[in-house]
């Protein structure tokens, strides 16, 4: 008989608990933190982990892809102000997550990706592992930070490190990589416990210096012309009471970006929303609270801004911003809720109103845009147009302001944004800083399961088919989700035509579609619609019932304009064949 001692099953049942493991490990570093939802798709190495994180009492949340998983975290850290995890398998499933983790980190919005990785000794010298790709590599340059945990007792750290780089200066997009081995990986209980990191602390205020504050004041005090704008940055701060303390007591008009809506309702009226070319182009002293001189606003310069001089002062959080186009001559840095409150406590009792005649100027400018707009909002065409069914969909979100509006499209993007009112802040949430489409699902999603409002859904038919099939997901979520899909036949319009009469045009999608019918597949409400009398009478009861629904809301596809407000981005060939 062998010497060896063979341990009791009660001895090894109290080895097992004085023990701990990755598993355990990522979970209890996850919960330690405040983390309560995580977004992905499971499969190898996460399965189980996925599984356990649930039975710990995170909710974890399945889709169909990747890619909207993604989406759904990076506006979760955008509402919430804490990290959006998502977690996915390793490589394509890897890459399919990092389209959403580069968009968080251009959009500014603080999400981790957590991947599962193949072995890194078999990685490394390329033998052809499963799945084998160096994720570490492919993702650091399209996020603000990246880390890999080869160690269980490294995880605690590593998950902190994420959850730091992710929300502090600047937000952004982290990414952490989890070989399959590290899952498995056995240690002390008690040892793990004390290798845990809880983050303290991990978005400090960064305070400007009073020297920037008086520059600022400075500058807007001497403007015959002032403007403010809100972007997202500022609806991200949350910040709202003193952002509107500040937009109130300087008199001065304001423009939000499309994020930044809400933060003062669009009705208010110092909002220079339906006067934005009037604005831009004859302003003097622009202010930008967390906005940025990128594209969206032609760059600070050219024809948008008119001929009239202009003196920029920013407020944003990383100094690199500063002159990234044009000069700022009062650079503000520092997070926006300090920055804030000390121009407030600058600005004294008795700062004075921004001038009455630039006010007034405006005023009439946007009176005159509303006035010409309105009828086009109140036709009851069939088939509908954009402003038609437009216009019912600003009625709805009037008379539910707490309702959170997704919007993507082309189109159907560019009108609602400019047709919609909003009236409270990070209510309506859409495509961004890249201007792209896919992210209507995964948004509508974390919105509802973050905010437990009832969400409204806005999309292009185009924009929809990115994401279609996350219809499932709400679905078997039961979530307060309405779709609404601007169905026009195709992207842009639905009237392309082939010139040689073979395929279909490239533009054109199946006639006639019945988008209603996909989620009727899955439990839900299809409603197909085809006047603004039907689509208003259709969201309401959508809205009212709590119950997954599509309406799908038949445009004229003639309707519409190529790439929309952005078409001039879109080259166009001068030649013509012979």
């Known amino acids: 008989m062998s010497d060896a001692v063979v341990k009791s099953k009660p001895e090894a049942a109290e080895d097992a608990q004085n023990l701990t493991d990755g598993f355990n490990l990522i979970i209890d570093a996850l919960k330690l933190n405040g983390v309560e939802t995580i977004y992905g798709v499971p499969g190898i190495p996460i399965t189980d982990f996925g599984r356990m994180a649930q039975a710990a009492g995170i909710r974890v949340l399945s889709f169909r892809h990747e890619q909207s998983a993604g989406y759904a975290a990076s506006i979760a850290g955008w509402l919430t102000k804490k990290p959006g995890i998502c977690l996915t398998v390793s490589a394509p499933g ?24 193949s072995e890194r000794e078999i990685v490394d010298l390329q033998q052809g592992d499963y799945e084998e790709m160096d994720q570490l590599a492919i993702a650091k340059p399209l996020c603000k930070a990246a880390y890999r945990v080869l160690h269980a007792q490294d995880i605690g750290i590593g998950i902190a490190r994420a959850i730091r780089a992710a929300v502090s200066g600047r937000p952004g997009g982290v990414y952490l990589d989890l070989p399959a081995k590290l899952f498995g990986q056995v240690m ?16 400090p205020a960064q305070i400007p210096t009073p020297d920037a504050i008086k520059r600022a004041l400075d500058t807007l005090k001497s403007a015959k012309r002032p403007l403010i704008i809100l972007g997202k940055g500022a609806a991200y701060a949350q910040a709202d009471d003193a952002i509107r303390e500040l937009v109130e007591k300087s008199g001065v008009p304001f423009l939000p970006m499309s994020m930044g809506k809400g933060l003062l309702p669009d009705t208010h009226p110092q909002c220079a929303g339906a006067a934005r070319s009037t604005v831009l182009a004859q302003s003097d002293v622009v202010m930008l609270i967390g906005a ?8 600070g310069k050219g024809k948008a801004w008119g001929t009239e001089p202009k003196k920029f002062i920013q407020i944003d959080i990383e100094p690199k911003e500063m002159d990234s186009n044009v000069e700022i001559v009062a650079p503000i840095v520092g997070d926006i809720s300090s920055c804030v409150d000390a121009l407030l406590k600058g600005m004294g009792a008795s700062w004075p109103k921004a001038p009455a005649d630039w006010m007034a100027a405006v005023s009439k400018k946007r009176e005159e845009n509303v006035a010409k707009m309105a009828p086009r909002l109140m036709n009851n065409n069939v088939p509908m147009d954009y402003h038609g069914a437009l216009g019912v969909l600003r009625t709805i979100v009037k008379e539910r302001p707490d309702a959170i509006l997704v919007n993507e499209g082309a189109n159907t993007l560019d009108l609602a944004r400019g047709i919609i009112d909003m009236y409270r802040p990070r209510k309506r949430l ?20 973050e905010t437990g409002k009832p969400v409204l859904c806005v999309e292009g038919d185009s924009a929809f088919g990115f994401s279609g099939m996350e219809v499932e997901t709400i679905c078997r979520y039961n979530l307060p989700v309405c779709i609404v899909i601007f169905n026009n036949d195709g992207i ?14 490239i533009c054109t999608f199946v006639r006639g579609a019945r988008y209603d019918k996909m989620i009727e597949a899955f439990g839900g409400a299809g409603v197909n619609v085809t006047s603004p009398d039907e689509l208003k009478r259709a969201v309401n009861a959508a809205m009212d019932s709590g119950k997954p629904t599509l309406i799908n809301a038949v445009i004229d596809p003639a309707a519409g304009s190529e790439s929309g407000r952005i078409g001039n981005l879109n080259p166009q060939s001068k030649l013509k064949k012979k």
């Open 94 to 117: 890897f890459l399919n997550g990092l389209t959403a983790l580069a968009h968080a980190t251009t959009n500014c919005f603080p999400m981790i990706l957590i991947s599962g990785s």
């Open 492 to 505: 842009y319009r639905g009237t392309d035509v082939n010139p040689l009469g073979t395929d279909p045009a």
């Open 292 to 299: 940025r001189l990128n594209w969206l606003l032609s760059h």
């Open 188 to 203: 002390d209980a008690d040892a793990g416990q004390k290798s845990l990191v809880k983050v303290i602390d991990a978005a």
């Open 430 to 449: 859409d495509v961004g800083t890249w201007g792209i489409m896919g992210i209507g699902m995964g948004y509508a999603i974390a919105a509802a399961i």
